[in-house]
């Protein structure tokens, strides 16, 4: 008889990536409001303006959010949830801080969105895209959050 260990047993910790699925989806996004604004009967000051805003938050969103990703100390990095089911976050600083997983996530095997409650108060929100994470992290997260609900 062969005996599996219980995925459930193991401590659950998870590393993100920056997401390309996110990036692509930012710079079409960005690419169709400018054809938009381009199309639109609005006089040429309004449209340099509306030009130079999309032009910026697209760089905001694109170059500079390497930065963002490991230089804010409000950026999560490193999640995961302990034996006795005690989530916690890594948001850059020295050490991982507990949070309470809240009821009302969105659980998709192509999205998951994990609302936290931090211990000095206030929330975090999480949007997982698959490829900020392993296909079998991203299964064995769903799991775990599934089983932790009931």
Request: charge should be positive; aromatic fraction near 6%.
């Amino acid at each position: 008889m062969v005996t599996r260990s219980n995925s459930l047993a193991a401590p659950l910790r998870i590393s993100l990536r920056r997401s390309l699925v996110l990036r692509v989806f930012l710079l079409f996004s960005h690419i169709g409001a400018l054809v938009c604004l381009i199309s639109s009967d609005l006089p040429a000051p309004l449209l340099a303006m509306g030009a130079v805003s999309l032009t910026i938050s697209l760089g905001m969103g694109m170059g500079v959010a390497k930065y963002f990703r490991h230089g804010n100390p409000g950026t999560v990095t490193l999640f995961g949830c302990s034996l006795d089911g005690q989530w916690w976050l890594d948001l850059g600083e020295a050490e991982q801080q507990p949070v309470e997983l809240l009821p009302g996530s969105y659980l998709h095997p192509l999205l998951v969105v994990l609302d936290f409650g931090l211990a000095a108060g206030g929330k975090k929100r999480l949007l997982l895209l698959p490829d900020m994470l392993g296909a079998d992290e991203m299964r064995r997260l769903r799991v775990v959050v599934r089983a932790g609900a009931r």
